[in-house]
């Protein structure tokens, strides 16, 4: 069975109706005395000349056989998709921890205690590493997230 929508009231209407109980307005359609439709954004009868239209609202027609075919296979494919993006982050993460992150947190510890004890250039020297090196990791990061979008691309 066919549904009408009426998109002003986001109402369901029978196919075949043509007026939406809830606002009144026609659907999908302006209409003149003589049942003659025009778009919606018609100030005159296309076919009579008639100004007298009714008021009309945005339809949508649905076809339910259909939104649910759509709405089955996106539950199927959805949970897959997380799925293998779920794996590779899970990845990407235990990478992150078990091998960058220590040597940065030992990176950190020493260039804060060198930048105390031997002054300002040395401070100026190691920001710069920093720097370096974050730009590194986000290269990373981008490039792991190229080859995720990758696999999507291939399943």
Known sequence: MELILCLKCKRLWPRGTRFCGTCRSSLGVRLCPDDHPSPL???VCTTCGSKRLTTAAPSLNL????WL????????????IVSVAATGLHRLLCFVLTTVLPPLITLAIISSF???VLGEKVAHGIGQLWL???????AAILAAARGIGRLFQRS
């Open 41 to 43: 954004q018609a100030q």
């Open 63 to 66: 076809r339910p056989l259909g």
């Open 69 to 80: 075919l759509l709405t089955a296979i996106g539950f199927c494919i959805v949970p897959l």
């Open 114 to 116: 060198l930048s105390l």
């Open 132 to 138: 370096g090196s974050f730009r590194l990791i986000a």
